[in-house]
């Protein structure tokens, strides 16, 4: 079965961090861009981050750049996002999808309290 | 960055009557946008890619069009499980970004 499968979330305190990771299943995980994106509660979409199959390209979203970085083992078919110096605004679902192709994950929640 | 507006923010139908949700981008995106269906607790769903290309497996009701800057996706005839958020998304370059979302509502 293709699928994506999100771990790692859970509560941290502000300045904090926090590694998630995403597991692929099911397709040719080393030939496609991987993404991840977010959802605060009650609020909209953010697209976060890309990187590029191979690893060799990665791009981030300003709220982000400088605390977040994404990465990939293709080997074990997972992508990461490490999480640093969080804030109570990085609370929300955090997503791991398979580009702009539709395939998405069901999510891990991050909650940034005290 | 490209700012994407979607209007209304709220539509209220009733089943089978036609929707049509609006997706302005500030600058052209050319057809690189996305529209996606949201429900409560679930991830978001493709529906559109290349402003106008029905994603697998979705039913022929839906359908997209625009080029630029403006996009409609439209729904011929509402059904119960048509009823969520829609949000409009564009890749034309980075950062990627999703509009606000318009909530379709039964009336």
């Known amino acids: 079965e293709v699928q994506l499968v999100e771990s790692g979330g859970g509560l941290v305190q502000p300045g904090g961090s926090l590694r998630l990771s995403c597991a692929a299943s099911g397709f040719s995980f080393s030939t496609y861009w991987m993404s991840w994106v977010r959802q605060a509660p009650g609020k909209g979409l953010e697209w976060l981050a890309n990187?590029?199959?191979?690893?060799?390209?990665?791009y981030y979203v300003d709220s982000v750049k400088g605390r977040f970085t994404v990465a990939r083992d293709n080997a074990k078919n997972s992508l990461y996002l490490q999480m640093d110096s969080l804030r109570a605004e990085d609370t929300a679902v955090y997503y791991c999808?398979?580009?702009?192709?539709?395939?998405w994950g069901q999510g891990t929640l991050v909650t940034v309290s005290s | 960055d490209i700012v994407l507006t979607q209007s209304p923010a709220t539509l209220s139908l009733s089943p089978g009557e036609r929707a049509t949700l609006s997706c302005r981008a500030s600058?052209?995106?050319?057809?690189?946008l996305l529209w996606y269906q949201q429900k409560p607790g679930q991830a978001p769903r493709l529906l559109i890619y290349?402003?106008?290309n029905r994603a697998t497996g979705i039913p022929a009701r839906f359908s997209g069009s625009g080029s630029g800057t403006d996009f409609t996706l439209s729904i011929s005839s509402l059904e119960p499980e048509d009823f969520a958020v829609y949000y409009c998304q564009h890749r034309s370059n980075w950062p990627y970004s999703f509009g606000q979302g318009t909530k379709l509502e039964i009336k």
């Open positions: 290349a402003a106008s």
């Open positions: 999808a398979r580009g702009s192709t539709g395939l």
């Open positions: 600058q052209s995106v050319n057809n690189d």
């Open positions: 990187i590029k199959d191979d690893g060799s390209e990665k």
